[in-house]
T-cell receptor, first 114, second 116 residues
Framework: GAGVSQSPSNKVTEKGKDVELRCDPI?????LYWYRQSLGQGLEFLIY????????KSGLPSDRFSAERTGGSVSTLTIQRTQQEDSAVYLC????????????FGNGTRLTVT | AQKITQTQPGMFVQEKEAVTLDCTYD???????LFWYKQPSSGEMIFLIY??????QNATEGRYSLNFQKARKSANLVISASQLGDSAMYFC?????????????FGSGTRLSIRP
């Protein structure tokens, strides 16, 4: 069956440009999560959605970062005026409702800001 | 506030030996779930095992088992009969109960290397 799909898989952008990262969750999964992982590091929580609403945006590093989810499905993470420190792998995951439901991860978008 | 701590940045184990990866957590909630994930060098995140806070028995999945000690707030992953393919980063994660979904946080990870 279809898993979590992220696009693009790789993105190289110049400092100061805006980028959009897309996540297509597993059908029927109401919860959607974004994480950032720098090389060799752990997963840094950014934001999560329950349906189209984001109850917790506390992990967004700055106001240059925003995310939305429409139709309870696809989500877009936007980074404005990218900086070199934004370079990382951005991971999206989805799950069913319920605290016993595991996350299913996409393969990530590797963002490089030059 | 939630917190997950993995105190072992790296471990080396001989093939076929058992290994325990430590995870401690902190939460004020009574209902929560604990997860372990494996991340090989390919980068994919693979779900291994789950333990609920009210589960009376330790979770097991094949060669993976969870040593859950609720009073000590620890959820250590035990891998029996380790294999070369077990070499990877391992992350512990926690999710508190919420309305229907809630924030999931991860520990900093343990890099496990299996020696032939």
């Amino acid at each position: 069956g279809a898993g979590v799909s992220q696009s693009p898989s790789n993105k190289v952008t110049e400092k100061g440009k805006d980028v959009e990262l897309r996540c297509d969750p597993i059908s029927g999964h109401t919860a959607l999560y974004w994480y950032r992982q720098s090389l060799g590091q752990g997963l840094e929580f950014l934001i999560y959605f329950q349906g189209n609403s984001a109850p917790d945006k506390s992990g967004l590093p700055s106001d240059r970062f925003s995310a939305e989810r429409t139709g309870g499905s696809v989500s877009t993470l936007t980074i404005q005026r990218t900086q070199q420190e934004d370079s990382a792998v951005y991971l999206c995951a989805s799950s069913l409702a319920g605290y016993n439901s595991p996350l299913h991860f996409g393969n990530g978008t590797r963002l490089t800001v030059t | 506030a939630q917190k997950i701590t993995q105190t072992q940045p790296g471990m080396f184990v001989q093939e076929k030996e058992a290994v325990t990866l430590d995870c401690t957590y902190d939460t004020s909630d009574q209902s929560y779930g604990l997860f372990w994930y494996k991340q090989p060098s390919s980068g994919e995140m693979i779900f291994l095992i789950y333990q609920g806070s009210y589960d009376e028995q330790n979770a097991t999945e094949g060669r993976y088992s969870l040593n859950f000690q609720k009073a000590r707030k620890s959820a250590n992953l035990v891998i029996s009969a380790s294999q070369l393919g077990d070499s990877a980063m391992y992350f512990c994660a926690m999710r508190n109960s919420g309305s229907s979904a809630s924030k999931i946080i991860f520990g900093s990870g343990t890099r496990l290397s299996i020696r032939p």
